[in-house]
């Protein structure tokens, strides 16, 4: 049996894969990372979203191992991904950021939990944040969950409360949701469902995703034993409008496809009411643009309701139990609890 697991681990090819838009500072400042910690496990790639820096020179000249894919079209992350891993022959996917500084024997963790869990599909390791190594960070922290409503949070991250590592999620974990800026997949199951949703552009695509393989059947692990240190909102900040966006019509799309039959009008229902309230919330900040941007998120739901629920009836919906509290609203905003180990 020992045999059998050893050889296992030596055959699994694992195929690390960083999408790029204009990105050259940064692959600058993290690719020696990947490339220090990762060449003995893993192939790794540059799938460039037809970036207009120098970033195909730079990587040609300075990292002549790394394979360059080039996408002909900047198609966001659900489609620069969808593109570029059709040229990817790989056991498993790991999907990284650009902004990701992985540390040494970060995947020998993953490949064990997958080799240990034939139902994992999906892992993810632990997310720390790059500008102050001690706390967790914003994107996926231990790993993430939802709630009745369909809000994301996560172990270590509630809202905007994030907690110190110290050592209370060293552990492998079934989570909901894994990260999407350091998301591991086998790529016979990404295939097997199409991959990212390239209607999302961008944000909450790996929510999406990750629902679905457990509408089908598989599982989603964290393995709090590998970890990485991600800077996060590079790609679009906080206060940018078109995120807003994109953020509250994506978890529309989310919600319209995954939640189970018999709850899923009256969470969209809810979702629109409190989407309302957000809305409002942002006109009293004197941030109008904001609330514009949920109105155009709403109107694009609609616009595009009944795709949306012709994708949810190619799902066999083996999941049920999505949600792991009521309302993290609730419990976080009136109730005021700021730590995982409090929501429940």
Same mark, same amino acid.
């Given at each position: 049996m020992h045999t059998q697991k050893h050889f296992f681990l030596f055959t699994l090819k694992i195929a690390i894969i960083i999408l790029n838009w204009n990105g050259r500072k940064l692959m600058e400042k993290f690719l020696p990372s990947v490339i220090a910690h990762s060449l003995d496990d893993a192939? @790794?790639? @540059?799938a460039d979203n037809n970036s207009t820096d120098d970033s195909i020179p730079f990587l040609k000249e300075k990292y002549p191992q790394i394979h360059i894919i080039q996408n002909s079209t900047n198609g966001g992350f659900a489609k620069g991904y969808n593109d570029a891993l059709k040229h990817v022959k790989a056991d498993v996917y790991a999907l990284v950021n650009s902004d990701i500084e992985v540390t040494e024997n970060w995947l020998k963790p993953i490949k064990t939990a997958f080799e240990e869990n034939n139902k994992t599909a999906i892992i993810q390791p632990k997310l720390l944040d790059f500008k102050d190594k001690s706390k &967790? !960070?914003? /994107? +996926? =922290? /231990? +790993? +993430? &969950?939802v709630d009745f409503f369909g809000y994301p949070f996560? *172990? +270590? *991250?509630i809202f905007m409360e994030l907690e110190k590592d110290q050592g209370q999620f060293n552990d492998v974990a079934d989570i909901f949701w894994a990260s999407g800026a350091c998301f591991f997949i086998k790529s016979k199951v990404y295939h097997q469902l199409g991959g990212f949703d390239e209607q999302y &552009? =961008?944000?909450? !695509? !790996?929510i999406d995703l990750c629902w679905r393989v457990q509408n089908e059947g598989h599982g989603i692990q964290y393995v709090g034993t590998s970890k990485v240190y991600h800077v996060g909102g590079a790609t679009l900040q906080e206060s940018n409008p078109q995120k807003t966006y994109l953020n509250f019509r994506n978890s529309l799309f989310t919600i319209a496809k995954n939640v189970p039959k018999r709850y899923v009008f009256l969470v969209i229902f809810f979702r629109l009411i409190l989407d309302g309230v957000a809305g409002i919330k942002f006109m009293l900040e004197l941030r109008p643009v904001h609330t514009w941007s949920i109105i155009k998120a709403h109107l694009s739901f609609y616009r595009n309701l009944r795709k949306m629920l012709a994708k949810r009836r190619a799902l066999s919906f083996k999941q049920t139990n999505y949600f792991y509290c009521f309302s993290i609203v609730w419990e976080h905003f009136i109730l005021r609890k700021k730590m995982f180990s409090n929501i429940k």
């Amino acid at each position: 049996m020992h045999t059998q697991k050893h050889f296992f681990l030596f055959t699994l090819k694992i195929a690390i894969i960083i999408l790029n838009w204009n990105g050259r500072k940064l692959m600058e400042k993290f690719l020696p990372s990947v490339i220090a910690h990762s060449l003995d496990d893993a192939d @790794v790639y @540059v799938a460039d979203n037809n970036s207009t820096d120098d970033s195909i020179p730079f990587l040609k000249e300075k990292y002549p191992q790394i394979h360059i894919i080039q996408n002909s079209t900047n198609g966001g992350f659900a489609k620069g991904y969808n593109d570029a891993l059709k040229h990817v022959k790989a056991d498993v996917y790991a999907l990284v950021n650009s902004d990701i500084e992985v540390t040494e024997n970060w995947l020998k963790p993953i490949k064990t939990a997958f080799e240990e869990n034939n139902k994992t599909a999906i892992i993810q390791p632990k997310l720390l944040d790059f500008k102050d190594k001690s706390k &967790f !960070e914003y /994107a +996926g =922290a /231990a +790993g +993430g &969950f939802v709630d009745f409503f369909g809000y994301p949070f996560c *172990r +270590g *991250r509630i809202f905007m409360e994030l907690e110190k590592d110290q050592g209370q999620f060293n552990d492998v974990a079934d989570i909901f949701w894994a990260s999407g800026a350091c998301f591991f997949i086998k790529s016979k199951v990404y295939h097997q469902l199409g991959g990212f949703d390239e209607q999302y &552009f =961008a944000h909450q !695509e !790996e929510i999406d995703l990750c629902w679905r393989v457990q509408n089908e059947g598989h599982g989603i692990q964290y393995v709090g034993t590998s970890k990485v240190y991600h800077v996060g909102g590079a790609t679009l900040q906080e206060s940018n409008p078109q995120k807003t966006y994109l953020n509250f019509r994506n978890s529309l799309f989310t919600i319209a496809k995954n939640v189970p039959k018999r709850y899923v009008f009256l969470v969209i229902f809810f979702r629109l009411i409190l989407d309302g309230v957000a809305g409002i919330k942002f006109m009293l900040e004197l941030r109008p643009v904001h609330t514009w941007s949920i109105i155009k998120a709403h109107l694009s739901f609609y616009r595009n309701l009944r795709k949306m629920l012709a994708k949810r009836r190619a799902l066999s919906f083996k999941q049920t139990n999505y949600f792991y509290c009521f309302s993290i609203v609730w419990e976080h905003f009136i109730l005021r609890k700021k730590m995982f180990s409090n929501i429940k």
